[in-house]
């Protein structure tokens, strides 16, 4: 019973040290992603409020198409099919998917912060010789962002669970690692249970960090009461 317990210590030690130098690679795709995931996401937000109904379309339009194909189509998307035109490599290629994907739904969530701020806003700002672009930047957008700090962390706790789905492209990440393990050395439960605990180390971090940005930005009058 020792020895199987002192080769299962060894045995998941070898696999942490051949998964851990592929985090920062997760970290980073996770983190490049999604900040290219917050400006289109923002831009399409505020194009959706847009009193022009041909942009307001157009912006409508590309968050259901996008919401509605699932990212792993994304990725073979643009990666085998925008890929091959452009010449794109993997990271450039996942980095592209994984943003573009979440600018959809970050939209909705901008869209959504900014139609909670009131309507009195944008008449005091009109009221000051502001234009609409000036009121929008200076006034609303500053409080939205407040307001939708919790639901946006969540959304990057999940694009970063997403991002083990770029393996399949061949881009090495946690995943990617794992299954290079796993074939070489076929220890299936070891290596996928240190993989999922990886995963849930990071998030259970981000978790707590979303806590904190949603006790120190909380607005009162939104959320819950202790808010």
């Not at 091959?84 to 943003?99: E, K």
Request: a positive charge; charged letters at 15%.
């Amino acid at each position: 019973m020792i020895d199987w317990i002192c080769e299962q210590i060894v045995l998941y030690w070898d696999i942490f040290k051949y998964l851990i130098p592929v985090v920062p690679w997760t970290a980073l795709i996770t983190v490049t992603s999604f900040a290219l995931a917050l400006v289109l996401g923002l831009i399409i937000g505020v194009l959706r409020l847009s009193h022009n109904r041909a942009i307001a379309f157009i912006s409508g339009a590309y968050v259901n198409i996008i919401r509605g194909v699932p990212l792993l189509v994304h990725i073979f998307f643009i990666y085998f099919g925008l890929g091959s035109l452009l010449n794109l490599d993997r990271f450039t290629a996942g980095v592209l998917a994984v943003g573009i994907c979440y600018s959809a739904y970050l939209a909705e969530i901008f869209r959504s912060g900014i139609d909670a701020i009131a309507h009195g806003q944008y008449e005091a700002a009109m009221s000051l010789g502001m234009t609409r672009f000036q009121t929008l930047r200076h006034v609303i957008i500053p409080q939205s962002l407040r307001i939708v700090i919790p639901p946006v962390a969540n959304e990057f706790i999940a694009s970063l669970k997403d991002s083990s789905l770029v393996s399949i492209i061949g881009l090495r990440e946690l995943t990617r690692a794992g299954r290079e393990y796993y074939s070489q050395n076929f220890t299936d439960f070891q290596t996928w249970f240190l993989v999922g605990l990886l995963y849930l180390v990071m998030t259970l971090t981000l978790t707590r960090l979303v806590k904190y940005l949603e006790s120190v930005y909380a607005v009162k009058g939104f959320g819950s009461s202790r808010a």
